[in-house]
C-alpha cells in the first residue's frame, strides 16, 4: 500500500510538471498546420506520418517501472525522466531527429546483499544516463487511407552511472518500416516492423541481430481523447522480449497532447510493468 500511494504520488507530481510545460507554451497554439498534431508517444511503436516541413515537435515523459526476475530473487523500481525526442520537418515526407535520452534512477532489492542480522533484503540505490540517438523519418506512399514510412534510429554509447558499467558499449542501429491504416471511422492500425543490431561485434564478436514487430490498434473515442491497445516483440536467437500496453491520449489543442500510457511484460524473461505520462508539443 506504501508503494501504490508512492507510485501515484510522483505521477500526480510528473503531471503537474507536464500541464506547468504546456501552459508555459501558449505561443504554440496560434501556429496553423494543414495536418493534425500525430505524436510518436505513448507505445513502442512509431507513426508513419511524417511533420510537415518547417514544423519542430518536442516530445518527453515520465515513467515508473517495477521489474523482477521470474525467480523472484531481486526486483528493482526504476524512475525514467526525460525520453525527449526532438523533430524538426525538412520537406513534409522527411524529417529528422534527436532522441535526447533519460535519466534513471532505480531501488534495486537484492537478497544476496542481505544482511544476516538484519530481515529485510538490501536496497541499493543507483542512476544513470542511457545516451541519445540520431534518427530520421522518410515517407515512401500515401493515399487516402495508408501510408508508408522507413524509419532509422542510430543509438550511440553514451551512458553514465550504472549504464557505464557495461564493458562492451556500442552503437546500436535500428531499421524499420512504418505503416498506418484506417480500419474505418475512428479506428486505425500501426505496424512496424524491422530488425535491430548492434555496429560492431564487440568483445565477444556478435553483432546479436533481433526482429521487431510492433503492432497497435488506435481508437478515437472523441475529438479530444483517444485510445491504443498494442503488442512489442523483439525477436532474437537466445532471448524474446513480449510487452503488451494500453493507454490513452488527449489532444488539448491543436498542438499540445497529454499521454497516460501503460504495459506489462508477458514473457517468461522478467516479471516487469510500467506505466507513465508524457507531452507533445508542436511548434
Known amino acids: ?47 508513419a506520418a511524417t511533420l510537415q516541413q518547417g514544423a519542430f515537435q518536442t516530445e518527453l515523459g515520465y515513467s515508473f517501472a517495477n521489474t523482477a526476475d521470474v525467480f523472484g530473487d531481486e526486483s528493482a523500481s526504476s524512475h525514467n525522466l526525460g ?36 530481515t529485510d533484503p538490501e536496497t541499493t ?15 515512401l506512399f500515401r493515399n487516402e487511407t495508408s501510408t508508408l ?5 542510430t543509438l550511440l554509447p553514451v551512458q553514465t552511472g550504472f549504464y557505464d558499467s557495461n564493458p562492451d558499449q556500442r552503437a546500436i ?22 530488425t535491430q543490431f548492434y555496429w560492431d561485434g564487440g568483445v565477444q564478436e556478435d553483432r546479436q541481430f533481433s526482429a521487431l514487430f510492433i503492432p497497435t490498434l488506435n481508437f478515437a473515442i472523441n475529438d479530444q481523447v483517444g485510445a491504443y491497445v498494442g503488442y512489442y516483440g523483439e525477436y532474437t536467437e537466445f ?28 514473457d517468461d524473461n522478467l516479471d516487469q510493468f510500467f506505466i507513465g505520462l508524457g507531452l507533445s508539443q508542436r511548434f
Open 173 to 194: 542501429q535500428t531499421l524499420a518500416l512504418l505503416l498506418d491504416g484506417q480500419l474505418g471511422t475512428g479506428v486505425s492500425l500501426t505496424i512496424n516492423g524491422g
Open 83 to 118: 525520453q525527449l525526442l526532438l523533430r524538426y520537418g525538412v520537406t513534409d515526407a522527411f524529417e529528422l531527429r534527436a532522441n535526447v535520452g533519460s535519466y534513471e534512477y532505480q531501488e534495486v532489492l537484492d537478497p544476496s546483499l542481505t544482511n544476516p542480522s538484519l
Open 239 to 266: 532471448a524474446n522480449t513480449n510487452f503488451v500496453e494500453g493507454g490513452l491520449t488527449f489532444l488539448a489543442n491543436e498542438n499540445t497532447q497529454l499521454d497516460l500510457n501503460t504495459g506489462y511484460r508477458v
Open 149 to 153: 514510412s522507413a524509419f532509422s534510429s
Open 1 to 47: 500500500m506504501k508503494n501504490t500511494r508512492y507510485v501515484t504520488r510522483t505521477l500526480y507530481a510528473a503531471l503537474a510538471v507536464l500541464v506547468a510545460a504546456t501552459m508555459a507554451v501558449p505561443s504554440a497554439q496560434a501556429q496553423m498546420y494543414d495536418e493534425p498534431l500525430t505524436s510518436d508517444r505513448p507505445g513502442f511503436s512509431n507513426a
Open 125 to 139: 540505490y543507483e542512476g544513470g544516463y542511457f545516451g541519445p540517438s540520431v534518427e530520421a523519418k522518410a515517407r
